[in-house]
């Protein structure tokens, strides 16, 4: 088992950024595959940006469209925790957060292919919220 712990969010205008982290516990060997998800209300959960650890230090990353050039996932592997940059908010970038960890993934290619019901753990969510 493993269990992810968010920080961050909140509110902001639009244009603002905000910066969140999520700490991996337990069983992290099964966070290889790790990154970030959004659910606005009424809408189905989508993918925002997800990391793939190479190695003990390196990871590569993928983006949802709708986030490309703003928003920036960093991790570190060693301890066991990602980061989300959430820049030049627009209010349709406003939800609730998760976290996403699963260790099933061979590839990263496997990793971003991979939709919301694909994963196996979960964080609590934490909501940012942007006003124009």
């Known amino acids: 088992q493993v269990q992810l712990k968010e920080s961050g969010g909140g509110s902001v205008q639009a244009g603002g950024s905000l910066t969140m982290s999520c700490v991996a516990s337990?069983?992290?060997?099964?966070?290889?595959?790790m990154g970030w998800f959004r659910q606005a209300p009424g809408k189905e959960r989508e993918r925002v940006a997800l990391t793939y650890a190479v190695g003990k230090s390196m990871y590569s990353a993928d983006y949802a469209d709708s986030v490309k050039g703003r928003f920036i996932v960093s991790r570190d592997n060693a301890k066991h925790t990602v980061y989300l940059q959430l820049r030049s908010l627009k209010p349709e970038d406003g939800a609730t957060y998760y976290c996403?960890?699963?260790?099933?993934?061979?590839?990263?290619?496997?990793?971003?292919?991979?939709?919301?019901?694909?994963?196996?753990?979960w964080g609590q969510g934490t909501q940012v919220t942007v006003s124009s």
């Open positions: 996403a960890a699963d260790g099933g993934y061979g590839s990263s290619g496997e990793c971003f292919r991979g939709t919301f019901r694909d994963f196996g753990y």
């Open positions: 337990g069983s992290t060997n099964t966070n290889k595959c």
